[in-house]
């Protein structure tokens, strides 16, 4: 399934239920990373969040995510923890990450634009020494 196919899935499912998502983008900064990067960062990614979180490369130098039922804080706070076993696993990388909640105002494509738009500004943001 891709991720486009399991955002708008999602996207109907929270519009029945009420129980609306976030889209994550995650990044090394200046989309600088190797092949190999990318496909670790995936993995660490994967498995530091839930097995019902969908997980997926996208565009080589980013991975995409479906936060399902999870918005605000408890997002926030699972995407910390990516970053931080990221950090610990891949210490040569320098991640960016944008997060957006999906709505039932807009489509989850929407979503999707902010995240990515959160992704660049959080690059501009000076790590933590």
Same mark, same amino acid.
């Given at each position: 399934?891709?991720?486009?196919?399991?955002?708008?899935?999602?996207?109907?499912?929270?519009?029945?239920?009420?129980?609306?998502?976030?889209?994550?983008?995650? %990044?090394?900064? *200046?989309?600088?990373?190797?092949?190999?990067?990318?496909? =670790?960062?995936?993995?660490?990614? &994967?498995?530091? #969040? +839930?097995?019902?979180?969908?997980?997926?490369?996208?565009?080589?130098?980013?991975?995409?995510?479906?936060?399902?039922?999870?918005?605000? %804080?408890?997002? *926030?706070?699972?995407?910390?923890?990516?970053?931080?076993? =990221?950090?610990?696993?891949?210490? &040569?990388?320098? #991640? +960016?990450?944008?997060?957006?909640?999906?709505?039932?105002?807009?489509?989850?494509?929407?979503?999707?634009?902010?995240?990515?738009?959160?992704?660049?500004?959080?690059?501009?943001?000076?790590?933590?020494?």
């Amino acid at each position: 399934m891709t991720f486009e196919e399991f955002a708008a899935r999602e996207w109907g499912r929270a519009q029945r239920s009420g129980r609306w998502f976030s889209i994550a983008r995650i %990044a090394p900064v *200046g989309w600088r990373a190797l092949d190999e990067e990318i496909d =670790a960062l995936a993995c660490v990614v &994967e498995a530091h #969040l +839930r097995r019902t979180d969908f997980v997926q490369r996208k565009r080589d130098r980013e991975v995409s995510v479906v936060l399902v039922e999870t918005l605000g %804080a408890s997002a *926030g706070a699972a995407l910390e923890r990516v970053r931080e076993n =990221a950090v610990k696993r891949l210490p &040569e990388l320098q #991640l +960016r990450i944008g997060c957006a909640p999906a709505r039932p105002d807009q489509q989850w494509q929407e979503a999707w634009r902010w995240a990515g738009r959160l992704l660049v500004a959080d690059a501009a943001v000076p790590a933590a020494a």
